[in-house]
């Protein structure tokens, strides 16, 4: 029986707030004030002092310890296609492997790079849901993405094309690098899952009693950067360019990426919603009850403790954004995704501004959260789609325009 069907699933999910006007007045906490109680005067202070107070809580409390690297690490090309994309594009798929002891496993990595580029070109990377073959119609790309049984869950191609524009993105000079989630750590909360995962790397005997130390999404937020070690190597590529972007649950990934490699000039968080780029203290879409209850192996054990401590919390994730400053954040929203406050979302940016400013630039370009389809372009961006959760062309052409402004 699925978690949804349970009574405690219906009884949690009946007491969600949905309504704006029953969002409570609390006060937002300022990430500044340092564990001893002073105030971060400068950037020096906050890189050196308070930045790392900041991401060794989140490690501790909500997304665990990054996997070590392991002791081998293989990239191998097996495709690589001159004429993709009706002859606009490179296309390789890369294999990439790491071995610890006896242990092994692999991911697969796709990617799509400008054919006519003057020299090395910007890029940005994500990881997929369904497989590489269902974010392109091209019939060669090899399928991936398989649960813990070993089946594919998707054998359908080119039923998520549309979250990856890769045409568009190499029309604009960018190369696209995408791997499936679930090459990483099966998105399932069965010590099956973790035992496939890349955890079973490193331990033996690896289950879900990792969950005090570790998670699905800092698993899955390794491997971004394992994929930007994979593309160090491309010499079509510049990976002093390189920005980093997710969905949904892959957009808390991202964030949390972004956070422990430095490397990524750019993070994108598209609909992350809560444990992502939204305010838990709006109490407005899902909770921090219902994330552990229904995804529990996303964060670690004790953020159960958190559990109906929304409102009142001492910490919230203008936090988690402000980790990726002075870099460039973008955060896109939709209109129909209550259950991401997409307010929260934008009000979130704007509480994280504080510590770009340290920076002496501005952050958020706004205050005031804008109307639908109107792009807030900045060192913290923001637009909030008309539509419903999903990352579609008129989000990726935000991302681009801001990458583009960075990168020249």
């Known amino acids: 029986m699925s978690v949804y069907d349970t009574q405690a699933w219906k009884d949690a999910a009946a007491k969600i707030n949905l309504e704006e006007d029953k969002v409570p007045v609390r006060e937002i906490p300022s990430v500044l004030v340092k564990n001893d109680g002073g105030k971060v005067e400068n950037a020096w202070e906050w890189m050196n002092v308070r930045r790392p107070q900041v991401l060794d809580f989140y490690t501790r409390e909500l997304f665990g310890e990054f996997p070590p690297r392991p002791q081998e690490i293989k990239h191998e090309v097996v495709s690589c296609r001159n004429d993709a994309l009706g002859g606009s594009a490179v296309r390789k798929e890369i294999k990439i492997t790491f071995r610890q002891g006896e242990n092994s496993h692999s991911m697969l990595m796709l990617v799509y790079i400008p054919k006519d580029a003057k020299g090395k070109v910007p890029f940005f990377l994500g990881l997929n849901f369904k497989g590489n073959h269902t974010t392109t119609s091209e019939e060669d790309v090899i399928e991936s993405g398989r649960d813990t049984e070993g089946k594919l869950v998707e054998d359908k191609r080119g039923c998520q094309a549309q979250r990856w524009e890769f045409a568009n993105a190499v029309s604009k000079g960018f190369a696209v690098a995408t791997c499936c989630y679930h090459d990483i750590f099966p998105d399932f909360p069965t010590d099956e899952a973790w035992q496939k995962s890349i955890y079973g790397l490193f331990y033996p005997d690896a289950s879900s009693k990792l969950n005090d130390r570790h998670t699905a999404i800092g698993a899955w937020a390794w491997g971004l950067s394992r994929m930007l070690d994979a593309l160090e190597g491309e010499e079509m590529i510049d990976c002093r360019r390189a920005g980093v972007t997710g969905h949904s649950r892959l957009g808390k990934t991202a964030l949390w990426a972004g956070a422990n490699d430095q490397r990524f000039k750019v993070v994108v ?13 709006r109490c407005l879409g899902e909770s921090i009850d219902i994330m552990n ?28 954004l402000s980790l ?3 870099r460039a954040l973008c955060i896109g929203s939709a209109t129909e995704d209550l259950w991401a406050d997409p307010k929260g979302e934008f009000l979130a940016g704007v509480h994280a501004s504080e510590v770009w400013q340290l920076f002496g630039v501005k952050g958020m370009p706004s205050g005031t959260h804008p109307a639908a389809d109107v792009n807030l372009t900045g060192e913290v961006s923001y637009h909030m789609r008309t539509g419903a959760h999903n990352i579609l062309l008129q989000d990726w052409n935000h991302y681009l325009e801001v990458a583009s402004k960075l990168f020249g």
Not at 269 to 280: C, E, I, M
Request: net charge negative; hydrophobic share 45%; proline share 5%.
């Open 324 to 326: 990726i400053a002075p």
């Open 269 to 281: 968080s598209n609909d992350s919603g809560h444990g992502g780029a939204t305010l838990f203290k």
């Open 293 to 320: 209850m229904v995804f529990p192996h996303w964060f670690v054990a004790g953020f159960k403790k958190y559990g109906n401590m929304d409102a009142d919390l001492e910490f919230d994730q203008n936090f988690l």
